[in-house]
């Protein structure tokens, strides 16, 4: 629940009262004064003993006594003014959501006139309000539930106030549904689980939707998709999502998340350290069907495709093999050299089918290669184009979501090497090194001339330990970058 009020900081009864501090002049911050009146002064004096810090990331807790209407005041250190950006702002209001809902409180207030006009820092408090504090499910039988804070208040008198924290919680519950898909394990999470659960957004907003089957995706020609399913007893789905945000259904945004559900790696199988954990390979699909349920939501004037190719990749005596050559739905044949590099199979066939519905931009997001994980670490997305412009704007929209993305080059070099191949157009894989750029270069062989961004979030969609913005494991990573890009355009 939210809610956004204009009363005098000091009368608003609350369980905990959020005030930023900022590490100069306090004496012009005017909540910073009326808290000081109400404790006789005493805030003063806690802050020059050091038991409230205002450097940037520090939450102090103070308790009123019964000498103002809030029972606790959450001193949140902003730092310096000139260095808070909204990213920093998310973070720390993250930080302190924490905080208050592992004091069991089920309610916060922030004083947000104390932060800034600007709107975006109310949408960024949304955001962090919702991801900050969400719990991944768990299977324990005794598990308890850890989820306290549940209602924000806003103080402010600004215009606007509320629809922007409106927009941020849609974000950070894309986000968090990205990160529930991703947590599922294999088992509980087939092609057509996912579907339903895409079915669910599409219903829930109103969109337009259509599961491919097994059959239909057949009839589509997906020969690369249908080969990376060959080794499996559960059938593949092709989701096909639709938002439209303008009155005529034209020139969509291509949004194509990889859905693999599980990845043994085929023929070429991981070994037994490298497969844990691939249960999060449909983690570019979670990040696109997180982006359409805020998306449906926030409601941009834009027309949105939403394209999920997805499988598990298994083996039997059904499988693909290496060697194998197979035929792709736009027509080239590619060598299988390593059944592991699936994805970018999965993907080939999903751009055909955005180019043959008629984007106008694509963006895939894909778990793709264990080699950008090596090249940007965890923290950094590694991205691709073919369209400078169309980069600079996804690009935009991930400095104002605080989600980092690196590019890497989309060159001749590395275009040649996917092309060579003896015996088919293309080559699957053509070796290790530079491989995080060679899987980009072989989706782009299918994007044509269409502008195209590739996110490669191998090293981002997990993070391995806790954060402000959320817990250890699935981050959702890219859900609000790729809403943000779309709320963009105009
Ligand atoms: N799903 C993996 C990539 C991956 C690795 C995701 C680690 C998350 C963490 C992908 O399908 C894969 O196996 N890629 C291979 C490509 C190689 C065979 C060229 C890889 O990265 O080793
Ligand atoms: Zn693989
Ligand atoms: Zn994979």
């Known amino acids: 629940m939210v809610n956004v009020i204009n009363n005098q900081v000091t009368n608003v009864e609350t369980d905990a009262l959020l005030v930023g501090l900022y590490e100069e002049s306090k004496e012009e911050q005017q909540v910073y004064q009326s ?3 109400v404790l006789d002064g005493h805030l003063e004096e806690l802050v020059k003993q050091g038991d409230i810090h205002n450097a940037y990331g520090k939450v102090s807790k103070v308790h009123t006594f019964g000498n103002a209407d809030a029972k606790r005041v959450y001193f949140v250190g902003l730092g310096k003014k000139d260095e808070l950006d909204v990213s920093r702002f998310r973070k720390v209001m ?15 207030t922030v004083a947000l006139e104390s932060f800034t006009e600007d709107l975006t820092f109310a949408e960024a ?3 962090a309000f919702v991801m900050s504090t969400y719990q991944l499910e768990t ?28 927009v941020g919680l849609a974000l950070g519950e894309g986000t968090n549904s990205a990160r529930h898909l991703v947590n599922l394990p294999g088992n509980l999470l087939t092609a057509s689980d996912l579907a339903a659960y895409a079915e669910n957004i599409a219903h829930k907003h109103g969109m337009e939707i259509e599961i491919f089957e097994k059959e239909q995706i057949e009839e589509l020609g997906m020969g690369a998709l249908l080969a990376v399913n060959q080794g499996s007893k559960e059938p593949p789905r092709f989701i096909v999502m639709k938002y439209q945000g303008k009155a005529e259904w034209s020139d969509p945004v291509a949004l194509v998340g990889k859905g693999i559900t599980f990845d ?38 834009e027309n949105v ?30 060598e299988v050299r390593n059944t592991d590099a699936e994805g970018r199979l999965a993907l080939a066939d999903a751009v055909t089918y955005a180019n043959q519905q008629g984007a106008s931009r694509i963006i895939d997001v894909a778990t793709l290669t264990g ?54 157009d293309l080559n699957n894989s053509p070796g290790r090194k530079g491989h995080a750029v060679l899987a980009g270069c072989f989706v782009g062989e299918f994007v044509g001339d269409t502008p195209w961004v590739h996110l ?4 981002t969609a997990m993070s391995e330990s806790e954060h402000d913005l959320g817990p250890k494991g699935p981050t959702g990573v890219m859900v609000r970058t790729l809403a943000k890009t779309i709320m963009n355009q105009k």
Not at 140 to 153: M, P, Q, Y
């Open 94 to 108: 993250g930080k302190a959501f924490k905080q208050v809902n592992s004091d069991q409180l089920t309610g916060a």
């Open 264 to 301: 043994t790696g085929g023929y070429s199988l991981k070994g037994k350290e490298g497969i844990i954990g691939m249960k999060m390979d449909m983690g570019g699909a979670a990040s696109v069907l997180g982006a359409m349920d805020a998306i449906g939501q926030i409601k941009p004037e």
């Open 456 to 459: 490669d979030i191998a090293g």
């Open 35 to 37: 808290l000081n009146e």
């Open 125 to 127: 408090i949304g955001e």
């Open 371 to 424: 080699g950008v994980v090596v090249a940007l670490g965890d923290e950094m997305t590694g991205a691709m184009t073919n369209n400078g412009e169309w980069f600079d704007q996804v690009y935009e929209a991930s400095e104002q979501a605080g989600e980092l993305i690196w590019e890497l080059p989309y060159h001749d070099v590395f275009k040649k090497k996917v092309r060579t191949s003896h015996i088919a």
């Open 139 to 166: 299977y324990h039988t005794d598990r308890e539930n850890k989820g306290f804070l549940s209602d924000l208040t806003v103080i402010s008198g600004e215009e606007g106030v509320k629809q922007a924290i409106e």
């Open 305 to 334: 495709l939403c394209l999920v190719p997805s499988t598990d990749n298994m083996i039997s005596g059904d499988a693909f093999k290496p060697d194998d050559v197979i035929v792709s739905m736009s027509g080239k044949t590619i």
